[in-house]
């Protein structure tokens, strides 16, 4: 059997980040993110949104949010402050940018007093108790850490971690890598994450798991670590918000590749479509009415193209500033703790930037020709529907004509043929002999006319 430890004021923390707004949102969606967000720690807006939008509270709250701010401090009553009795700790919620976040910090009181590893599990379900059991949209990171009640070695402190892993991570059944360890305000610290299974579902990208671990060493004062540990909250909400505002726009990537591939299949087969529609104007029996709806069809498909792949782009771009804001965050954290070696959590950046950022651009320039098929494909249609209309214009101008002459030369026939043949005045004029050789004469003028048009046009 493995080994218990303990380990002095367990602390978890968890990061939460919700959307305050996203590109081209209208004020109802914003109004629904507002809710989305405050239901998980206001219990009088934990209902459905339909029930309580115009409740006076969201408006309330909106006021306190800043849309040009960089960062604001949104206000937490305090009776949502109230904690189990060996329990201690507080709530704190922040709009950055146009992101919101929150912290739920919740430890054993301070006794100094060890206690086993398995208070991180009571923690955590206290954490989610209290948010409802609601996951953050963008994201979430938890954050545990302890002070070791004695000195172990390195592979004792490895153990102690995966221990703390498995408390807060408790469905977890596979091999936990601890690759990436360094060394963080002076404890031992682990960062864990795993990547979503599916990127394009909702619910897997939520439940993404990402755990930073810090074993603090025994012979510090209690003090020190927690002023260290509250001197870098507001870093590590950053750094995290960062992070995962990377991952989200890697998740809503995968959302606009996979619509993309869908229509420009849906492009290829309408190209196969219009061939066969070259062969039916070739033959004169054109379905003018399929044409259209093909063409309206189309240009549906060319605006949703064009802004999906914009939306795209816009993903590649929102990583690259996540990345620069990434990096810079951690060179600030590395100035103020010089001794900590934060190589562990600038792994994260390098692979974002090798792995998401270069996918999103392959991506980009891959599916980019589709968007100048789907134009050449709309003029090619366009194109073909003025062929045809113009034929069947043709044809109607040398109908009339033929009809023209062919009506007059019946007439003119007419009038020759009474004048000579004078009709019997009882006899009804369409039964003489006239009326029957003025129609003959009419149709084959019409007939003659008509092939003659024909040759001169192709002419």
Known sequence: MNQQYNLIYPTVDLFVYDLQQGLGQTNERINQNRHNFWRKINPALNKDYETIKDNGLLKQLATLENPEADYAELF???KLEQFPTDLEGYYRALQLSDTYALQVDCSVIDDNISK?????????????SRIHHQKGKIGQTWFVWGQLEKIYNAEEIEAIAKQCYLQINLNYQGEINLQNQGNFLGATAFDVWEQPRNWIDEQSFQN????????????????DIQESIANIYFDLIRLFCYRHKILWAYHQSRELKNQLKTDFHQVQKTVRKISDFGQQINQGKPNLEELQKTLT???????RYAIDLSYLDDQARTIKVNLNNYKKRLENISRENSTSQLQFLQQFSEFSAEKYLQQIETDYVNLSPGLTLLQNLISTIQGTIDIYQAKRDRNLENFIGSAGIGLATSQIASSVLVAQFPPHSKTPFFLTTAFGWSVVTGVLTSIIAWILFTQIRRS
């Open 208 to 223: 993404s798991f990402h755990l930073l671990i810090c074993l603090f060493p025994p012979q510090r004062s209690q003090k």
């Open 297 to 303: 069809d189309t240009l549906t498909i060319l605006s």
């Open 76 to 78: 937490v009553p305090d």
């Open 116 to 128: 086993p590893i398995n208070r991180f599990q009571d923690i955590k379900k206290n954490i989610e």
